[in-house]
């Protein structure tokens, strides 16, 4: 059973394509996406190899680091009695708040009822209590928004092509400031962004925000040059999808006692601390890291006791 759990915060600074593998449709190379929701996220098993990929650049000790992530598979094919798992497990990095492009604000940050119940079951989960945020899910073309924002317009607020009658409500803020404070990083160069938040915080119908999150992320098409003839090479023409830059995402981290515990992580508090210690205040996830794709600022959340 896990001891203890953290979360973790994703912050994308540029645009994040966390590829699904290549299907027949519209885009060539879509984003990987929950079944049921449809909300984009990243996998798992992206999130853990890119942190055992970077702590394996930073910790020379083997023993520690198969004991965190588990044993590479070159050693379990030399000892069978290497074969055991890591400690750590992290979950799928989920959405928490989508930018829009907003005709007031420049953008907007928009998220629904549902996001943020599953955002408040994934941090119990993970020992988080969070401030209660009473809310009443916007109705029809209505939208929920802090009551000094920066989104209205004319009496609306205008995302993409679609108008919503804003429903200001001082809740808003308060789970805009609460995001801004604990999940965005800390640094002097995200305070533009923090103190924006719960400005340009806008909470949908759940239906509409679920379209957002389906429709609204980057295509952008993409060609191979032939070397010699400086030309479009044969079949080299692909569209490619995209989650877009400011998208904030979350994930749990979970630990438990290392099967074979080493210096330094000797239980599941001392593993993420270790996680912790490594200092990635920023990563690059997913594919296409030769052209900048998936610049990601990551901040951690406390290490909590769970049952």
Known sequence: MYSHAMMLYLFLETPLHAGSGREVGAVDLPIQREKATGYPLVQAS??????????????????????????????????????????????????????????????????????????????????????????????????????????????????????????????????GGWLAENTLPADGAYAYWREKLPRSLVILPEDDFRDFARYGTEIVTRIRIEDETKTVASGALWTEENLPADTLLYTTFFASTP???????????????????????RVQLGGDETVGRGLTAVRYGEVNHVQ
Do not use: H
């Not at 099967?259 to 205040?281: E, T």
């Open 259 to 281: 099967y074979r515990p080493a210096d330094g992580v000797a239980d599941g508090a001392a593993v993420l601390k270790f996680i912790q210690d490594l200092q990635l205040n």
């Open 46 to 175: 992206s999130v853990k190899g890119k942190l055992r990929a970077e702590a394996t650049t930073r910790e020379s000790n083997k023993d520690i680091l198969f004991a965190v992530f588990g044993p590479d598979p070159e050693t379990v094919q030399k000892d069978a009695e290497m074969q055991f798992a890591g400690a750590v497990s992290p979950g799928d990095a989920k959405i928490l708040l989508f930018p829009v492009r907003s005709l007031a604000g420049i953008f907007a940050w928009v998220t629904s009822i549902n996001v943020l119940a599953r955002f408040r079951r994934d941090a119990a989960a993970a020992g988080l209590t969070l401030p209660e945020w009473p809310l009443t899910a916007p109705q029809g073309e209505s939208a929920l928004v802090a009551t000094t924002n920066d989104v209205t317009a004319g009496g609306k607020v205008v995302l993409e092509e679609f108008s919503y009658t804003p429903q200001p409500t001082d809740a808003v803020a308060t789970i």
